[in-house]
């Protein structure tokens, strides 16, 4: 059973830095591309960070490109979400996602993350 547990969010200043963990189990993790994604209250869900299977290739979503930073740990089924600078429109509930596979279904609880100004 595919399990993505999602945690290390909380409440932070702006400008502050919080580092989001998954843990990843029930699948072959180092054969999957990764993703964070976020929605935040009324909006729809927005892709953040992709990370290739090796960790080689990076994307990032424009609002976050120089500030967020995504990385895996294959020999752990972990994949991180570093978070510095951030802002109150980082505010969002932050989830972690196995795109473009049989597993794109499954989704975790996600981690909440909250920027005061």
């Known amino acids: 059973q595919v399990q993505l547990v999602e945690s290390g969010g909380g409440l932070v200043q702006a400008g502050g830095s919080l580092r989001l963990s998954c843990a990843a189990s029930g699948f072959t993790f180092s054969r999957y591309a990764m993703s964070w994604y976020r929605q935040a209250p009324g909006k729809e869900r927005e892709l953040v960070a992709t990370i290739s299977t090796t960790g080689g290739t990076l994307n990032y979503g424009d609002s976050v490109k120089g500030r967020f930073t995504i990385s895996r740990n294959n020999s752990k089924n972990m994949v991180y979400l570093q978070m510095n600078n951030l802002k109150p429109e980082d505010t969002a509930v932050y989830y972690c996602?196995?795109?473009?596979?049989?597993?794109?279904?499954?989704w975790g609880q996600g981690t909440q993350v909250t920027v005061s100004s």
């Open positions: 996602h196995i795109p473009v596979s049989p597993y794109s279904g499954n």
